[in-house]
């Protein structure tokens, strides 16, 4: 998440003077954190279904790690 949203991370921190807490928290909002972790709702999109496929990747790889089991 952190390499693939480096530029908008400088884009957002570089915003300054009257205001810029709000467009630096919109930039972060918009381009960050709704791009790189997609909130899943009823419709589907490519980038949600990659994400929660990546969460699902990394939960399982984790509970066969400590010699868990998922139901």
Known sequence: MKSERLSDWR?????SGPRST?????????RVYDLAA???????SPDRNAFLQDVATVTRESVELV???LR
Do not use: M
């Open 11 to 15: 884009s957002a921190y570089d915003e």
């Open 38 to 44: 997609p909130v899943p709702d009823v419709t589907p």
């Open 67 to 69: 010699g868990a089991t």
């Open 22 to 30: 709000f467009r630096r928290a919109k930039l972060i909002a918009e």
